[in-house]
């Protein structure tokens, strides 16, 4: 029950617990169908569990993090994807799924439209440094997002392609490898780091409950983001 996953890592107590409780509820079943008459998990000892530590980058994390990014037509792309990861808190299905005819703007104001988990939907601003960053990456692959066509991908790469390249990018910079999501949980700590209150990093994420006229009116329009400027200069883009 407790061996070393696919990780080659011990589970955490967490982990084990859960496993423990599978187990448990699978013999509660056979007790309610009478084929036997005992639990045996009844008599193990639940393992405590601790509190997991809080995951995201520092800022000075994420600088060492964009600083061993390569300056090729591959580490351009990534930077633009990472930026965009940071400065947006978007998940890693929202921002790879985005496409040319998502992207609007309004002076020289970038709007991306998103479909959210739970098919939420919403427009908000792309901060500055991260279009600036697309803008670099489309150049460096012939490009251009003023004659791209609606349906054209951003990034022209898969989100598992990526992964394996932001592994490479996290052993450069002497970070420890950790997944796309922890760019999402970093993106909330820089926010509150920046001094932005609870409140407004739960309505970044898109986590709180919206209600129906904020979200009609927030489709029709776009929610400038004031506050990807103090995050942008404590990473130092």
Not at 91 to 101: M, N, P, Q, W
Not at 201 to 227: C, I, K, M, N, P
């Amino acid at each position: 029950m407790n061996r070393p996953g696919l990780s080659g890592k011990d589970p955490s107590s967490v982990t084990i617990g859960a496993r423990m409780a599978c187990v448990s509820s699978f013999f509660r079943f056979l007790q309610r169908m009478e084929i036997v008459d005992r639990n045996p998990c009844d008599r193990l000892e639940r393992p405590r569990t601790t509190p997991s530590p809080p995951r995201g980058l520092s800022a000075l994390d994420v600088q060492k993090l964009l600083a061993a990014v390569p300056a090729t037509r591959i580490g351009l792309r990534n930077r633009a994807i990472l930026l965009t990861l940071l400065l947006t808190g978007r998940r890693r299905a929202e921002v790879f799924r985005l496409i040319r005819g998502d992207l609007s703007f309004d002076g020289d104001v970038c709007f991306y439209s998103y479909r959210g988990k739970g098919g939420k939907t919403g427009r908000r601003e792309l901060p500055q440094p991260a279009v600036e960053a697309l803008r670099a990456a489309l150049r460096a692959r012939d490009l251009d997002l003023e004659v791209m066509s609606a349906p054209e991908s951003l990034w022209g790469v898969t989100s598992g392609t990526f992964y394996a390249q932001l592994q490479r990018h996290f052993r450069d910079a002497g970070l420890p490898p950790a997944g796309i999501h922890i760019l999402r949980h970093t993106a909330a700590k820089l926010r509150r780091d920046a001094g932005e209150s609870i409140e407004d990093v739960s309505r970044f994420l898109d986590h709180t409950s919206l209600a129906v006229t904020t979200t009609y009116l927030r489709r029709l329009e776009g929610q400038e983001d004031h506050g990807w400027g103090r995050v942008a200069e404590a990473i130092g883009v």
